[in-house]
């Protein structure tokens, strides 16, 4: 389980830019590009590593048990909270995150619905999320994504019962 201080540094992510907070750094895995570093600018990859530690922490705090548990995707996490929540607001949240186009527009939505899952106690693949969130600044992978979430939120469960 993380320390509340590491979460703490990692909540920062939510109202500061990528490579913005100096308790964040530490937490970084991605390689900084000299050129990008040089003109004071940050990497694609190194925002999405950002965003998906800054909701990681947001969705664990408080909780007793860990929330990033392997395998477990984004539309499956998220289909836990038609039991919840309404089935219409959880479709129209997940279109709304489906539907973005930027990396900042995502990630508003990614933090309400991650907000939602941590009402629930819904964990869901952090390791995952991350090269999900990678792959938002390019339209052919973001549509594969959006793809798997949806798959992965309207999942196949059988015919109904006769």
């Known amino acids: 389980m993380p ?3 590491d979460l703490a540094a990692l909540i920062l992510g939510l109202t500061v ?6 308790q964040m750094w530490p937490y970084y895995r991605t390689r900084v590009d000299d050129a990008l570093a040089a003109r004071g600018l940050v990497c694609d990859r190194l925002v999405a590593e950002h ?3 800054a909701l990681f922490a ?4 408080g909780q007793a048990r860990l929330m990033h548990q392997p395998d477990v995707r984004f539309g ?3 289909r836990a909270l ?13 279109a709304a995150a489906a539907q973005a186009r930027s990396m900042n527009a ?7 619905l991650v907000s939602q899952l941590a009402v629930v106690g819904q964990p869901l693949d952090y390791t ?4 999900d969130l990678r792959s938002w600044p390019f339209p052919d992978s973001r549509a594969r994504t959006v793809r798997a979430w949806g798959a992965s939120y309207h999942v196949w469960t059988g015919y109904p019962a006769n």
Do not use: I, K, W
């Open 51 to 53: 965003m998906a530690l």
């Open 128 to 131: 995952r999320l991350l090269e």
């Open 106 to 112: 995502v990630f508003y939505h990614l933090r309400g």
């Open 82 to 94: 038609h039991d919840r929540f309404s089935r219409e607001g959880a479709d129209s949240r997940m």
């Open 76 to 78: 499956t996490a998220v």
């Open 17 to 22: 830019p990528a490579g913005q907070a100096p």
């Open 3 to 5: 320390q509340g201080s």
């Open 58 to 61: 947001s969705h664990q705090q």
